[in-house]
């Protein structure tokens, strides 16, 4: 168990009688630095400190990380296995459990076939434990159908970049150098709410003189500091991103000499922005033409600029469209692989980079590896100790699983560390499906939603229970440190998949005695390949700070800013796209006038089966709410405060109406980390990207009606 050394010049927060570990928080991708501080005499853990000498936070928590640590003995933790008997849980022993799994699962795959089962994987695990999830379903089970909550996530970047730069990183330059850029294109990134320890980067820059433009649809807290906001109507951000670049181009800011010379396509691109004046941009997107025409100057006319993005801009039907169009804003600037510019999206779950990366994907083997690509199912086969032809061939993305259960194909699945019980689009499609199941197991250390329909429930430990990696959102590989041994009969997710495989006879093949161990087959596994991770060790990690991948050998010093000299694509040069505008996959209709959209609050994370456990953050946003415009809510005779109902094509939900000036009036905002009645996923839109599978989150047509009180 690695502790707190004091180092020179750093605050020391030890107190007699405790002992800090240091670490990283549970959360989002920006992974804070923070100690877990413990209590010498008992080994429990009394509370979290910030670490102040991390470079990339220097001391800062949200309020989800300063009570991180009220999850891990939380009266709601499961601590023993549960089995569903006549209807309610019971619980049992692991030996119970893990032989009714055995059972279950042998008499599928022998009835049904090997495919009967599948594994739905999560990121905010280790990156040891999210290969494993790809080997246990692959090796152990012997399933094409694995696929993972990220898909719900990160998957329209990932499938941007690689078809932009031909690598998937989430940032193409070190986040501790955006203090010194001159300009930000924040798109679809409420960023002070959702990675709110990274505002104190864009104010630092801001104090040098730097500006800001930002695109949401609602003056959210980031747009209120913004020299542009740019209020466009949700699922228009390809069109405003054409617009954009049509002045960049008109207006002779392109760094041509860059473009030729690193850039494919350009002629292209350039030809299909030609129609997207301002006036033409604003009409598609609602966004005022000088705002546009100001935004373009900005941007255009700053040395240094980053492009960064979330899920507001990938979380739709045309997600890769929309971050292959915003990259290219930095594409013709030439930025990409220069100081303190570049691209980078704003990571949602704690590890959606390295969670992506090594093999949870339908599609993919550890290191970004194709799983058709014959040579890369040789080499990961032999590091698994298999024949390449028992590799299972790609199989679907994660909602198109619930199409193969509802069709009869997948009969089994086991759910990891995800609760997409509320987090799948059109969600009551998702229950139906579950119920469908013949068997359904879920690791977890609470009860989610998607374990109430569980056959088998199994007690996971939190992160600081295990040791392992994670990668943040820079592409930094970091080390997360065991606080405390496993509380009650709780297991490791890797220990969990090794008593299985033992029973199903792939033992040997999951033979591990702690984490190093599979960090060591890990880095095997990923070189040569393009996320290579092999020349990362826990030793350098701890020493540098984190090591950024690629990193091919241990005398690499890791890559901090991408391509520098040349792009990840076959001939070096980035591709642009030319992009026709779409309408999203849904528009306002006469029955459905309205747009929904949705998103976070600060002082919850993804589902909530975490965050609303936790007393605080409760009390400061305990249930969903409908957000709308005055003026909106005024033709439809409503106050703040009211209950209204709210509609789509899939489904309905009551809420309670919160006024703010702060949005469109022609759209209306619901945050989605609750579950069952509170669901807001029972109304979006699963319409899929073409090339990532992410389903439309971020728009669909809607309509509300006032509820009449009660009598």
Request: with cysteine.
């Amino acid at each position: 168990m690695s502790e707190y050394i004091v180092k020179p010049g750093v605050i020391n927060l030890q107190r007699e009688g405790e002992k800090l570990i240091t670490t990283h928080c549970s959360y989002c991708g920006m992974q804070c630095g923070m100690h877990i501080r413990v209590s010498e005499r008992t080994g429990e853990i009394k509370g979290v400190e910030p670490r102040y000498d991390w470079p990339v936070t220097l001391g800062k928590l949200c309020p989800k990380g300063v009570t991180a640590y009220q999850q891990i003995d939380h009266p709601d933790r499961i601590k023993r296995p549960l089995i569903k008997k006549n209807g309610e849980f019971v619980e049992s022993s692991w030996d119970e459990a893990l032989s009714l799994i055995e059972r279950k699962f042998t008499e599928l795959q022998e009835k049904h076939g090997k495919d009967s089962l599948s594994v739905f994987g999560g990121v905010s695990m280790t990156n040891e434990k999210c290969y494993l999830v790809g080997k246990y379903a692959r090796v152990a089970l012997g399933t094409r159908f694995i696929d993972y909550n990220g898909r719900f996530c990160m998957s329209s970047a990932a499938g941007g970049f690689n078809q932009t730069f031909g690598l998937d990183r989430g940032s193409t330059l070190p986040w501790t150098e955006l203090e010194h850029s001159d300009c930000f294109l924040i798109a679809g990134s409420n960023t002070a709410e959702c990675h709110p320890t990274s505002i104190q980067m864009f104010w630092k820059a801001r104090d040098k003189g730097a500006k800001m433009i930002v695109v949401d649809p609602r003056e959210t807290p980031t747009a209120r500091i913004a020299d542009v906001h740019l209020d466009l109507k949700p699922g228009t951000d390809s069109a405003l991103a054409n617009g954009l670049l049509h002045l960049i181009i008109k207006e002779g800011y392109v760094d041509q000499k860059y473009v030729d010379e690193r850039c494919n396509n350009y002629e292209e691109l350039k030809a299909s922005v030609e129609a997207f004046t301002p006036e033409y941009t604003a009409s598609l997107t609602g966004v005022d033409k000088e705002k546009i025409i100001k935004a373009a100057h900005i941007f255009g006319q700053s040395p240094r600029s980053v492009v960064m993005f979330a899920r507001g801009v990938e979380q739709q039907s045309k997600g890769v469209d929309n971050v292959t169009l915003y990259s290219s804003l930095a594409l013709l600037r030439g930025q990409i692989g220069k100081f303190a510019s570049g691209v980078a999206t704003f990571t949602g779950q704690g590890n959606g980079q390295g969670g992506r990366e090594h093999g949870q994907k339908s599609d993919l083997l550890p290191g970004y590896r194709k799983l058709t690509d014959p040579e890369a199912v040789k080499y990961i086969s032999k590091v698994w100790g298999i024949k390449p032809e028992d590799m299972p061939k790609p199989g679907v993305s994660a909602y198109e699983m619930f199409d193969e259960i509802h069709n009869g194909t997948i009969k089994a699945m086991h759910v990891i560390c995800s609760n997409p019980a509320v987090s799948s689009p059109n969600v009551e499609y998702a229950w139906e499906a579950f119920k469908r199941l013949d068997f359904l197991v879920v690791n977890d250390f609470f009860l989610s939603e998607t374990a109430e329909f569980a056959d088998v429930v199994l007690p996971t430990t939190t992160w600081a229970e295990d040791e392992g990696t994670t990668t943040n959102l820079e592409g930094r590989v970091i080390h997360i440190r065991k606080a405390i041994e496993p509380l009650h009969e709780s297991k490791t997710d890797w220990e969990i998949f090794g008593e299985i495989a033992k029973r199903l006879g792939k033992g040997k093949h999951f033979d591990y005695k702690n984490p190093r161990e599979i960090f060591e087959e890990f880095r095997i596994a990923t070189k040569g390949g393009k996320a290579d991770y092999s020349g990362i060790t826990y030793e350098r990690i701890d020493k540098e700070d984190g090591v950024f991948w690629p990193c091919p050998s241990e005398d690499h010093p890791g890559t901090p800013t991408i391509f520098k000299d040349k792009f990840s694509t076959p001939d070096g040069k980035a591709n642009l796209p030319a992009v026709a505008w779409k309408e999203p996959g849904e528009i306002p209709t006469k029955e459905f006038p309205l747009r929904l959209t949705t998103g976070r609050v600060v002082y919850h994370y993804l589902s909530g089966n975490q965050t609303r456990r936790i007393d605080f953050l409760m009390e400061q946003c305990p249930v969903p709410y409908a957000e709308m415009h005055p003026e909106l809510a005024s033709q439809y005779n409503m106050r703040d405060g009211e209950m209204i109902k709210l509609s789509t094509p899939r489904s309905s939900m009551e809420l309670e109406v919160k006024l703010t000036k702060a949005t469109r009036n022609d759209i209306v905002f619901v945050p989605y980390h609750w579950g069952k009645e509170l669901s807001v996923n029972k109304l979006t839109n699963p319409s899929l990207d073409p090339i990532s599978r992410m389903p439309e989150f971020k728009v669909c047509s809607a309509k509300i009606e006032k509820l009449k009180k009660n009598a």
